[in-house]
């Protein structure tokens, strides 16, 4: 491993120890352990493996994560590039209360957001009563999932777009308004594509930790299997029943799932880098 | 195309950017404002551009009031300091954004739109740019780029903002034979902001030259050169 | 220059309807936007937020005080503050290594450190929890051999420190590297010609430019490390009064249908996470040409 990072020569000291710390803190805390897990899979063998996936109720749940896990960051691609616009652009009173705000999902513990959006869209809760009384159901069901997920990947789109909203050049806009453009076109044709890369980024972090949440899912979930079971849970119940084989097994699927998103965001930004020079 | 300034005037807030200031500029003509930075001059372009609206004042353009026109209705090709290509676009998206964004009545069929830009791209002398991206160009092909999308809207004037500054010398010196040759084949009323009295002296039929918002004299270059009306014009022409 | 967006200054009060700046919406089209982005927000946040107090609330403040003084509440923000005081420090001194590493050093593999510092920000916290339980937990080689000798780690306080320190892992360095990217090396190359250790250099030079920068990880790195949940569910076994942090412990009450004593629990926690917001936003302001925050794209 050392030699991986061999040194260019350097007169700055401390490049030992701090190697040294980065390299031992990586490898107990994240590289040990994935390893174990992938050391699992494959001593409990890749047809068992492939075997405890394919059965119906590991597909419903790895299906049921990443559908709403995508489904949500489309939300936030939207809500979130919406939310960058305004607070860039506008000003309006308690603006800079807003911007502080939209980070809170990143603020409040997973558990606190997962009760909390149960009281709320429970039958008995505040929006669940509305729904009750339009005849429909929030929570315990896919859209109470939704909101939950939702609510964790709100701030991603919002905090990678804003900046590039701030950095447009307004002669840009302006140029593309003395060539005849309203200004519906301008947004569409100009402004949009400029925060394509950016916009997609976030919208990628949004959909990795969609699929991968549990805290904030499994209070307002319901928890029925093959309707409202999400993958993580399958882990946690394969662990109470001491199936670490079985645990493993969802787990190295799902390492797979955010491996594919990792690559796809590094992607986007070396597609939109060679596109228009730099992020 | 005639163009008048009516005792336009311009405040930001408390700061004057403008006194009334009267201009006529006659058709055809080619035209410098020149002066230092803060003297008003992009100020005055950007008004000519409808991109600011004056405090007071008319302009009328072929004695028609054209003050409450807006930018999209004014088809003035405006070339900008910085060019504003659109990063995302290849050079023939730029020169083709201003025809694609018509409504669909009064736009070019796709046939139209190529012929046109071809013959621009050619016009500027760049003929095969077409594909690649702003960010793959030197400053000055992009500054005729940008001078090729202004002129693809058929603009009824041409106005550049510096529209040299922020090249090297070797290369301004090109550009601006290129920019008086456009202006003579194309017969356009062009004005521009210059900060360079070479520039303006140069290249231009009729110099305005202007100081904290009010213009101080209009003349000929060589006029300007043997009589300068104010101690400011005399000095500025000097350095 | 969009300071009139809603309150149009004077100067341009008296234009046409018609006329409008070219970088500029409606006022409709505005008002809109904005009505839909607060809207949003109020729904999607704030609501939230504010249930969390209101439940707590809903027998009167009391109940709630009273109920955060059961045994099993104490114990578990007991619990909770410890785990944040060993894993927010060793995160910080492993983010402060692998920044300088990072940003004062060239070598090959530079990128790869980096992505794999990143790591965990794309992992799920329960396959975090499942990776811990398969290397340390009682059947595994390592873990068997701790719970011999008597250092069990997982269902145990080790367990739920390493859980969290996965899952705040990239927060501190992540903060560090572009901010010491920016600021190179030459302050502290200048350092070294002048007779200063590598220490002194450190300490006296590095430090103090990027104290923000460091504050503002290891406040992200803290609230995050106080309301972990997923990881540490799996590590560490709920025991009650013994492994069950404060997320675990709301959902323990939760569970039991102790609204009150939940939702107090969780009010403690939100509390601490807007402190947090507010802490964060106060730096952002104070010492924005300090942090990364806001440049990175």
Redesign the interface.
């Given at each position: 491993m050392a030699l991986?990072?061999?040194?260019?020569k350097?007169?700055?000291?401390?490049?030992g120890?701090?190697?040294?710390?980065?390299l031992a803190?990586?490898s107990?805390?994240?590289?040990?352990?994935?390893?174990?897990?992938l050391?699992?899979g494959i001593s409990y063998g890749p047809e068992a493996v492939w075997a405890t996936i394919n059965t119906p109720r590991v597909w419903a749940a790895l299906y049921l994560s990443f559908r709403l896990a995508f489904l949500a960051a489309l939300f936030n691609l939207v809500?979130g590039t919406?939310?960058a616009?305004?607070?860039a652009?506008?000003?309006?009173p308690g603006r800079?209360l807003?911007?502080?705000?939209?980070?809170?999902?990143?603020?409040?513990?997973?558990?606190?957001?997962?009760?909390?959006?149960t009281?709320?869209y429970a039958p008995n809760?505040?929006?669940g009563g509305i729904a009750r009384d339009l005849g429909g159901k929030i929570a315990y069901t896919q859209w109470g999932i939704l909101?939950a997920l939702?609510?964790v990947g709100?701030p991603f789109v919002t905090r990678?777009v804003q900046?590039?909203i701030a950095?447009i050049e307004?002669e840009v806009?302006?140029a593309?308004?003395?060539l005849g453009a309203g200004?519906f076109h301008t947004l569409r044709r100009v402004i949009l594509p400029m925060l394509l890369p950016?916009a997609l980024t976030g919208f990628a972090l949004s959909l990795?930790r969609a699929?991968?949440?549990?805290?904030s899912v499994i209070?307002i979930a319901g928890n029925l299997p093959m309707k409202t079971e999400i993958a993580?849970?399958l882990?946690?119940i394969k662990?109470e029943e001491f199936d670490?084989d079985g645990?493993?097994a969802i787990?190295i699927a799902?390492?797979l799932i955010?491996?594919s998103?990792?690559l796809a965001i590094n992607l986007i930004q070396i597609w939109s880098r060679r596109r228009i020079g730099h992020? | 195309m005639h163009i008048e300034i009516d005792e336009i005037a311009k405040?930001?807030?408390s700061t004057t950017a403008l006194h009334p200031v009267s201009l006529a500029i006659p058709s055809g003509a080619l035209v410098a404002l020149l002066g230092p930075s803060g003297s008003g001059k992009t100020t005055l372009l950007r008004i000519l551009g409808?991109?600011?609206?004056p405090?007071s004042g008319r302009v009328l353009f072929d004695g028609q009031d054209a003050t409450?026109?807006?930018?999209q209705e004014r088809r003035a090709g405006f070339v900008f300091q910085s060019y504003a290509l659109f990063r995302h676009m290849t050079v023939f998206e730029n020169i083709a954004y201003g025809l694609r964004a018509r409504p669909r009545r009064t736009r070019p069929p796709q046939a139209e739109i190529e012929r046109r830009v071809t013959r621009l791209l050619e016009l500027i002398q760049l003929p095969q740019i077409a594909k690649r991206f702003p960010s793959q160009l030197s400053g000055g092909q992009r500054q005729r780029v940008a001078l090729a999308r202004a002129l693809a809207i058929e603009p009824r004037m041409l106005l550049l903002d510096e529209p040299f500054g922020a090249l090297d010398a070797r290369v301004r010196k090109e550009l601006r034979q290129g920019l008086r040759e456009i202006h003579d084949s194309t017969g356009l009323t062009t004005v521009f902001v210059t900060h360079d009295q070479d520039e303006a002296m140069e290249l231009a039929d009729l110099v305005v030259v202007m100081s904290m918002g009010r213009i101080e004299q209009v003349g000929r270059p060589q006029d300007i050169r043997a009589r300068p009306a104010t101690p400011f014009v005399r000095e500025f022409i000097e350095t | 220059?969009?300071?009139?967006?809603?309150h149009p200054?004077p100067?341009?009060a008296g234009?046409?309807a018609?006329?409008?700046?070219?970088?500029?919406?409606?006022r409709l089209t505005?008002i809109l936007?904005?009505a839909?982005?607060?809207g949003?927000?109020a729904?999607?946040?704030?609501?939230?937020?504010a249930?969390?107090f209101a439940?707590a609330l809903a027998r009167g403040a009391a109940q709630a005080v009273t109920s955060l003084t059961r045994p099993e509440a104490t114990s578990a923000i007991r619990l909770t503050l410890i785990v944040a005081a060993i894993s927010v420090p060793?995160n910080a001194?492993?983010g402060i290594?692998?920044a300088?590493?990072i940003t004062?050093?060239?070598?090959?593999?530079?990128a790869?450190?980096i992505?794999?510092?990143d790591?965990?920000?794309?992992?799920?916290?329960?396959?975090?929890g499942?990776?811990?339980?398969?290397?340390f937990?009682t059947?595994?080689l390592i873990g068997g051999w701790l719970v011999a000798s008597g250092f069990p780690i997982i269902f145990a306080l080790p367990g739920i420190v390493?859980a969290s320190?996965?899952v705040t892992?990239p927060f501190v360095a992540r903060e560090l590297i572009p901010v010491m990217i920016e600021q190179g090396?030459a302050e502290?190359?200048a350092a070294?010609t002048l007779g200063a250790?590598?220490w002194r250099?450190?300490l006296t030079v590095t430090l103090p430019n990027i104290k923000w920068a460091l504050l503002y990880g290891v406040l992200?790195c803290n609230?995050r490390a106080?309301?972990?949940?997923?990881a540490v569910?799996?590590v560490s076994g709920k025991i009650r009064g013994q492994t069950a942090t404060?997320?675990?412990t709301?959902?323990m009450l939760?569970n039991e249908y102790l609204s009150v004593a939940?939702?107090s629990l969780?009010a403690v926690?939100?509390a601490l996470?807007?402190l947090?917001?507010?802490l964060?936003?106060l730096l952002e302001?104070r010492h924005a040409d300090q942090l990364a925050a806001?440049?990175?794209?």
């Open positions: 991986a990072f061999r040194l260019q350097s007169p700055m000291p401390g490049f120890l701090g190697m040294g710390i980065t803190m990586l107990l805390i994240v590289i040990l352990p994935v390893g174990a897990l050391a699992r809500f919406l939310l616009w305004v607070l652009r506008y000003d309006f800079r807003v911007d502080a705000l939209v980070d809170l999902p990143f603020a409040l513990p997973t558990a606190v957001a997962g009760i909390a959006l009281a709320l809760g505040i929006f909101i939702i609510f709100l990678t900046p590039v950095e307004q806009e302006e593309s308004a003395t200004r950016a990795a699929v991968g949440e549990y805290g209070f993580p849970l882990i946690v662990l670490y645990a493993a787990g799902m390492l955010s491996f998103m990792l992020v | 405040s930001f807030g409808g991109l600011e609206f405090t409450g026109l807006s930018v | 220059m969009f300071d009139d967006a809603l200054t100067a341009t234009r046409p018609k006329w409008r700046p070219a970088t500029e919406e409606s505005r936007l904005i839909a982005a607060l949003g927000l729904i999607l946040v704030v609501a939230p937020l249930v969390v439940e060793v001194v492993f290594a692998a300088w590493t004062k050093f060239d070598f090959r593999g530079k790869f450190l992505t794999l510092i790591l965990p920000f794309s992992i799920s916290p329960v396959v975090a499942l990776a811990l339980v398969l290397l937990g059947n595994s390493l320190i996965f892992f090396r502290e190359e070294l250790s590598g250099a450190f992200l609230a106080m309301g972990e949940f997923g569910a799996v404060m997320p675990i709301i959902e939760y939940a939702f969780a926690l939100a996470g807007l947090t917001l507010a964060k936003t302001w806001g440049r990175r794209h």
